[in-house]
């Protein structure tokens, strides 16, 4: 039987923690900044964890790794 293969995108974007959930960085945060309020940027600091419907998919698409 053949293997499942890693997603190579969601490998780059997503990371599982130690209890199965899916961290990601926050949309909008890489330029454009300066139209932002500064509320709004603090909001987007750090990872964020993934909605626990969407976190199957995920999982199955970086397969057995974490990264």
Known sequence: MPK????KGTKKRFRLT???KV???R???SHLQVRVSAKRKRKLRGTGVL???DTPRIAEALGKYSY
């Open 4 to 7: 499942q293969k890693t997603h």
């Open 18 to 20: 130690g209890t199965g």
């Open 23 to 25: 961290k990601h960085r």
């Open 27 to 29: 949309a909008g945060t």
């Open 51 to 53: 909605a626990a419907v």
